[in-house]
DNA sequence: ATCAACACGTGATCC
DNA sequence: TGGATCACGTGTTGA
């Protein structure tokens, strides 16, 4: 790749064959249809990882990256616990353990290997170093206690308080609704600039709602703006 | 959004100030720098999740956003089995003890585990905005509606009464809120089909909106669909 | 006025 | 030859 050979382009008179025109017509278009393909692709995921508040696309794949990663880390832990739960009465859990292999693979990537049929794959975060105090494990922010759900049956009922900032109740019970809850009832008040609020809510569908997933949608609301 | 008369290229020789040559020159440089930060990340992302060969950027994108939805329905299911195996302490027979448990599977949607994901396959459209959401309910029942305005001051208190439909408390709120009125508190129940709720609001900027404004605004929402 | 983030058009490269 | 993907430099816009 050696470059600057290049001046200005050759805007110039329409006289030469049209072949040109129509074809880099449609390369710009194209072009043009990819970009917005990958910026919808952001916002979904923007919209899907608690990205607090930031929607530049560094900060979505960062949070996106962290985000993975923390969801594996609670699969593992709760697989685990899943485990030793059915391995009947087994006192004692297994510390830790790689249940897979960890293979690294970065950079380049350019294995020919797994074509596409199915999908059967799975990617390990990357290597714990052995050793190391590495363990941030109980990753959660402080405005996790203000966040509570209660879900029996049908009925969910969350109790939540954060600082109000403006619109925040609205974007608050926009992600109730996006979560396919119907709100039943509403309380919240604002005290010292703290907004406080209980909603109750029903499943709407039969799409299982829940739990975490409520409180996540909820913290990615208050958190941050 | 119309745009031309701006020709505005000074093509300035470098005698002048070196300053422009400089200042764009760090344009083109942080901008790399960005580009090369958004790929690292790319390329991380795609070394995180089960991107079946493909290392696009819109097919990474893609499957980030499948395996993050996997993901949490995963952990959904396991927390919910969690909890009732804590709730349940009941002996809970596994018809099987087949200890061979140990190598994961967590394949793509190929559980059929006493769940039926309903797989939403690609195609997920933007959100943002309010409106959009199509819910049928062609009853209007005027009978019930009735709205009660009380400003004063910058207070605004409005109480009102409606036949609930889905969501009809959100763009209530969201009508609210694009009078330029920020929510103080809310209480709503819904008793027998009718949702009553009572907001206390304040004008955001000067301009208080009329009485007649909001109640007419509020009337529009609850007996559009 | 500096900085950061973005979209755009364009040339290159690879099936 | 053509469609798809990428990196690049640039113009623009908000803070």
């Not at 064959?17 to 249809?33: A, G, I, Q």
């Not at 596409?116 to 390990?124: D, G």
């Not at 052995?130 to 879900?151: C, K, P, Q, Y």
Request: glycine share 4%.
């Amino acid at each position: 790749m050696h470059e600057n050979c290049r001046l200005e382009s050759v805007k110039n008179n329409g006289n030469s064959k049209p072949e040109v025109e129509e074809v880099d017509r449609n390369h710009v278009l194209s072009e043009r249809k990819r970009r917005e393909k990958i910026n919808e692709r952001f916002t979904i995921l923007g919209s899907l990882v608690p990205s607090g508040g930031k929607v530049d696309k560094v900060s979505i794949l960062d949070h996106t990256i962290e985000y993975l990663r923390e969801l594996e880390r609670r699969i593992e832990e709760l697989e685990s616990h899943k485990e030793a739960a059915e391995l009947g009465s087994s006192t004692q859990s297994k510390p830790l353990d790689a249940i897979e292999r960890t293979s690294d693979n970065y950079g380049p990537s350019k294995n020919g290997s797994t074509k596409k049929p199915s999908i059967n794959k799975r990617k390990a975060s990357e290597m714990e170093k052995t050793g190391g105090e590495s363990t941030r494990s109980r990753l959660r922010d402080s405005s996790t206690d203000n966040v509570t759900i209660t879900i029996a049956d049908n009925d969910v009922s969350i109790e939540m308080r954060c600082s109000w900032r403006e619109c925040v109740l609205l974007e608050v019970m926009e992600a109730i609704s996006k979560l396919h809850l119907n709100t039943q009832s509403v309380q919240s008040s604002i005290d010292d600039g703290i907004l406080s609020m209980t909603i109750k809510a029903k499943c709407k569908g039969l799409k299982t709602a829940s739990a975490s997933v409520i409180r996540q949608a909820l913290q990615r609301v208050v958190r941050k703006s």
